[in-house]
């Protein structure tokens, strides 16, 4: 009854260091996400990907890139970390048969970039 | 581009008290409504999820409506307790992509 894993829960990062946040889903969703959220800014959308082997940006994509590896997972990475993207990252999974939905968010990544 | 709007920001009431959340939205066409609970520190806990064809869910204590004809969707909360305290987000989702409100923070004082 895992749901939508993320790791890591928290990463410290100094500015230009690389890193790829991991997600991993076991409801057998189609449609992955990858969210920020930052005080006063709400939740935006970052990548998504609807099915396997699409991805799309969502309303923030830039200085980030993602894969689906494959239906379980989905990765988020940042290629060139930069203080602007301190911010608590989620990871959710939908299933979109239909016009069925509904989100189920992971836990959270904690990411503080110095 | 759907905007989702949540008032009032902040809320404070005494326990045992019944409370309405709000929550509109621009873009009638949405595929549901989605309501979620954020406790400080931690991820999004889904509540409730209304069909586009629905008027209204129903869980234990909480009661979401929707009426996608005037862009509005309210959580009703009843007999609230102390443990409801926490922010809660509605969120649109039209074709597949979901517009998130900035969430209302209820505080339920005992």
């Known amino acids: 009854n895992a749901g939508v894993t993320q790791t890591p829960k928290f990463q410290v990062l100094k500015t230009g260091q690389s890193m790829t946040l991991q997600c991993a889903q076991d409801?057998?969703?189609?449609?992955m996400y990858w969210y920020r959220q930052d005080p006063g800014m709400g939740l935006r959308l970052i990548y998504y990907?609807?099915?396997?082997?699409?991805?799309d940006k969502g309303e923030v994509p830039n200085g980030y890139n993602v894969s689906r590896l494959n239906k379980r997972e989905f990765s988020l990475r940042l290629e060139s970390a930069a203080p602007s993207q301190t911010s608590v990252y989620f990871c959710?999974?939908?299933?979109?048969?239909?016009?069925?939905?509904?989100?189920?968010f992971g836990s959270g990544t904690r990411l503080t970039v110095v | 581009k759907q905007e989702v709007t949540q008032i009032p920001a902040a809320l404070s009431v005494p326990e045992g008290e019944n409370l309405v959340l709000n929550c509109s939205f621009t873009?009638?066409?949405?595929?549901?409504l989605q309501w979620f609970r954020q406790d400080p520190g931690k991820g999004l806990t889904s509540l409730l999820l209304?069909?586009?064809?629905?008027r209204e869910q129903t869980s234990g204590r909480l009661n979401a409506s929707l009426d996608k004809s005037s862009g509005r969707s309210t959580l009703y909360i009843a007999a609230s307790q102390p443990g409801d305290s926490a922010t809660y987000l509605c969120?649109?989702?039209?074709?597949?992509?979901?517009?998130f409100g900035d969430g209302t923070t209820l505080t339920v004082k005992p």
């Open positions: 959710a999974s939908s299933e979109r048969t239909g016009r069925k939905g509904g989100y189920t």
């Open positions: 409801m057998n969703h189609n449609s």
């Open positions: 990907s609807a099915s396997e082997g699409t991805t």
């Open positions: 873009d009638s066409a949405i595929y549901n």
């Open positions: 209304i069909q586009s064809s629905q």
């Open positions: 969120a649109a989702d039209n074709a597949g992509k979901s517009t």
